[in-house]
């Protein structure tokens, strides 16, 4: 019998001047462990007069975690940090009580053709810690654990795992894994994931039970430690899952909080300009529509 619950596909939106492909929240499955948010950006070519431009916005109850494939990011925030972020390093900015940042290509970049690709994903924080004060570290890729396993080159982005722990300095029980094949392997985790896990495919393909799976494809398992699958030659999975909470998660555009009342007191913050400025930074990202809101359950 198929370890696989559920099969997303990734749907795209449009966020500003940029159009990704949305694989959480779904309809059916807002959360996987405590993983609330995860677009998939680009591939996206751009010539020198196209860039990557996210205004000020704010954010409340979660963690962001950027991690790119190729191309540039330049991150400002509330707190003052000013980073860029490359391939394979990892922004992890906490949103708390209330942070304000944008994403922008970096200035060095704006005048040239570049290209754009990664993953966008908010990991919501415990309940007692929602209010927290906002904080950020960044993670060069080198920080990283990566090691290889019966022919397979794994990297632990976040969290903790068969046995290695990130340096990302998360909240909850979760795991972030990347893994890469030039090979078939067949992968077999028995016993070693915990919590609720989904598998993204960035590239190639995955075999599980006679089925082939293949990009723009997240596998939501059924049971975390009973997760195996074949890598076919040349594919690229990411496994991410944990700990799910006790409580829904309620999501309002930036917002993610176990009340409603935490989500209206942050729209109406955002409508005051109550949140703190960014450094340097002009623009005002207004809220959207109120149909944007929906509640997240496990």
């Known amino acids: 019998m198929s370890n696989i619950n559920l099969i997303i596909e990734e749907r795209p939106s449009d966020i500003g001047n940029f159009l990704v492909g949305r694989l959480l929240p779904f309809k059916d499955k807002r959360t996987v462990g405590p993983f609330a948010f995860i677009d998939h950006m ?19 109850g979660l963690s962001t975690l950027t991690y790119l494939f190729e191309g540039s990011i330049m991150h400002r925030d509330s707190l003052g940090i000013e980073m860029e972020i490359k391939p394979g390093a990892v ?25 754009m690709h990664g993953l966008q994903i908010w990991v919501a924080l415990p309940k007692e810690l929602e209010q927290m004060e906002p904080s950020f570290a960044h993670i060069e890729a080198e920080e990283l654990p990566a090691w290889e396993q019966d022919g397979v080159q794994l990297k632990l982005i976040a969290g903790e ?15 972030y894994l990347e893994l890469k094949s030039t090979q078939k392997h067949h992968i077999d985790f028995m016993g070693e994931l915990y919590g609720e896990s989904g598998l993204y495919i960035l590239e190639g393909s995955i075999e599980i039970d006679g089925y082939t799976f293949e990009p723009k494809q997240l596998l939501v398992t059924k049971n975390a430690s009973a997760c195996g ?4 030659k040349n594919t690229t999975v990411y496994i991410f899952g944990g700990e799910p909470f006790p409580e829904q998660r309620h999501i309002y555009w930036n917002f993610v909080a176990t009340t409603p009342e935490l989500i209206e007191n942050a729209k109406e913050r955002w409508l005051k300009r109550e949140f703190p400025e960014i450094p340097g930074e002009t623009g005002f990202v207004p809220l959207p529509p109120q149909n944007n809101n929906f509640k997240t359950k496990h």
């Open 42 to 60: 680009g591939p996206a070519h751009l010539n020198d007069h196209e860039n990557f431009d996210i205004g000020p916005h704010p954010h409340i």
């Open 91 to 115: 922004n992890w900015m906490t949103a708390g009580k209330g942070i304000v940042h944008s994403e922008r290509t970096p200035d060095y970049l704006r005048s040239s053709d570049k290209v």
């Open 161 to 175: 795992v068969l046995g290695k722990k990130s340096p990302v300095p998360v909240y909850s029980p979760l795991y």
């Open 229 to 232: 699958f074949t890598m076919n």
